[in-house]
Every structure is written in structure tokens, then in C-alpha cells.
């Protein structure tokens, strides 16, 4: 059985910062391709970042420079740093892990509102 856990949201003011993890149940964590997504209300799901299984890294436009992807092999974990953060960031954060299979976690609702 794999599973994917996302924790870390709230809610938090403008300017603010968040740590979010995605705890992974899965096999060989460490041969996987690891993802952050959200879909904020009314829009289409977005790609926030992503690590690969070297560690290369990579960020969508809209969060270059705010956003740190990492991860923990140590630990089956992945996170995401959030800084400077902005309304337009608010939605619902989803972990993904790509190798031979996808897999998806039920995600963790992040608010930035004063």
C-alpha cells in the first residue's frame, strides 16, 4: 500500500512563511521523482516544483525565488519552503511521486490572508 502525507498548511498572513512535508510511504523512496502541485479555487492544478532523484530542482515562474524544494532519503520525506508569501498562493498543495508508477497524496490547504 503507498501513501503519500501532506502536512504543514495554515493559514498565514501576506509576507509570511510555511514548511510544508509529504511523507511517503512507498518502496525505494529514493529511485522516485518527487513533485509539489496545487489548484487554487476556480483554476487549474499548477506545477509548483520539482526534485528529482539526483536532487536537481526546478520551479514554475510564479514562485522562483520564494519557493525551496527538498528532500530527505534518510526519512521517505519531501518539502516545500514557502516564503514572501502572496494571496495569489492560497490553494490546496498536492505531493506527487513519479518513477515506474504516479502516485498522488490527498493534500493540505494553504491560506495567505490578512
Known amino acids: 500500500q503507498v501513501q503519500l502525507v501532506e502536512s504543514g498548511g495554515g493559514l498565514v498572513q501576506p509576507g509570511g512563511s510555511l514548511r510544508l512535508s509529504c511523507a511517503a510511504s512507498?518502496?525505494?523512496?529514493?529511485?522516485?521523482?518527487m513533485n509539489w502541485y496545487r489548484q487554487a479555487p476556480g483554476k487549474q492544478r499548477e506545477l509548483v516544483a520539482v526534485?528529482?532523484?539526483?536532487?536537481?530542482?526546478n520551479y514554475g515562474d510564479s514562485v522562483k525565488g520564494r519557493f525551496t524544494i527538498s528532500r530527505d532519503n534518510t526519512k521517505n520525506t519531501v518539502y516545500l519552503q514557502m516564503n514572501s508569501l502572496k494571496p495569489e498562493d492560497t490553494a490546496v498543495y498536492y505531493c506527487?511521486?513519479?518513477?515506474?508508477?504516479?502516485?498522488w497524496g490527498q493534500g493540505t490547504q494553504v491560506t495567505v490572508s490578512s
Open positions: 506527487n511521486a513519479h518513477w515506474r508508477y504516479v502516485y
Open positions: 512507498i518502496d525505494s523512496f529514493n529511485l522516485y521523482g
Open positions: 526534485i528529482s532523484s539526483g536532487g536537481m530542482t
